[in-house]
Antibody, heavy 117, light 106 residues
C-alpha cells in the first residue's frame, strides 16, 4: 500500500523551531518529487514547498522562504521540513504529498503544528 | 500568484441527485487542473487530474471538464459518502495554488 506518514508536529512558541518528518512506503520514494502542503483547520489548502526526486532542487512559497528548509533522505525513504522562526500564522496541519506527475496524487494524514505562547 | 475561485461555496443537494461544482483560474492554466475530495478529519483524495482524467479506483460518477480558465466537477447519483469539501488545484504555474473549496452538504 502506498503510504505517507507525517510526524513531528506539536506546540512551539513563536520564534521557535520544529522539524517535521514524512515516512514513505509502498512505492519507489527516490523516483518522486514530494511536496509539503498546509491547512489551517477548517480552511483551505496552501502549498508550502517542493523537493525534486534526488533532492537537488527545492522551491518554497514566499511566506516560508528563508525560514523553512525541505530535504530528503532517499536511503531512509523520508522527507523532512525544518521550520525555523515560527510564527503564529504558521499554525496548521502539515501534509506531505507525492507528486504523481505535476499534480499531487497521494497525501499523508497530516501532522498538526501549533505556534502559540 | 494564480487565484483559483470556486463556486458555490456551499451546495445543498440530495442523495441520488447530480452536483455541479465550478472552478475558475485567474489565468489560463491549460488542462493542468486537479480536483480533490476532503472528508472531515481526513486528508484530501485525488479525484480528477489533467482536468478530466480519473485515477484508478475513482468511481465513474465523478467527471471533470474544462480547460483554460473554466473548469467543472460533476458528481452524478450522489452517495452519502460524497458529502465533503471539494478543492480545485492548478499545477500550471508556480506557486501551486488551490481554490477555497466547495462544501457539498445534504
Amino acid at each position: 500500500e502506498v503510504q505517507l506518514v507525517e510526524s513531528g508536529g506539536g506546540l512551539v512558541q513563536p520564534g521557535g523551531s520544529l522539524r517535521l518528518s514524512c515516512a514513505a512506503s509502498g512505492f519507489t520514494f527516490s523516483s518522486y518529487w514530494i511536496h509539503w502542503v498546509r491547512q489551517v483547520p477548517g480552511k483551505g489548502l496552501v502549498w508550502v514547498s517542493r523537493i525534486s526526486s534526488d533532492g537537488s532542487t527545492s522551491i518554497y512559497a514566499d511566506s516560508v522562504k528563508g525560514r523553512f528548509t525541505i530535504s530528503r533522505d532517499n536511503a531512509k525513504n523520508t522527507l523532512y521540513l525544518q521550520m525555523n522562526s515560527l510564527r503564529v500564522e504558521d499554525t496548521a496541519i502539515y501534509y506531505c504529498a507525492r507528486a504523481g506527475g505535476l499534480f499531487v496524487d497521494i497525501w499523508g494524514q497530516g501532522t498538526m503544528v501549533t505556534v502559540s505562547s | 500568484d494564480i487565484e483559483m475561485s470556486q463556486s458555490p461555496a456551499t451546495l445543498s443537494v440530495s442523495p441520488g441527485e447530480r452536483a455541479t461544482l465550478s472552478c475558475r483560474a485567474s489565468q489560463i492554466v491549460a488542462s493542468n487542473l486537479a480536483w480533490y475530495q476532503q472528508r472531515p478529519g481526513q486528508a484530501p483524495r485525488l479525484l480528477i487530474f489533467d482536468a478530466s482524467s480519473r485515477p484508478t479506483g475513482i468511481p465513474a460518477r465523478f467527471s471533470g471538464s474544462g480547460s483554460g480558465t473554466e473548469f467543472t466537477l460533476t458528481i452524478s447519483n450522489l452517495q452519502y459518502e460524497d458529502f465533503a469539501v471539494y478543492y480545485c488545484h492548478q499545477y500550471h504555474f508556480w506557486p501551486l495554488t488551490f481554490g477555497g473549496g466547495t462544501k457539498l452538504e445534504i
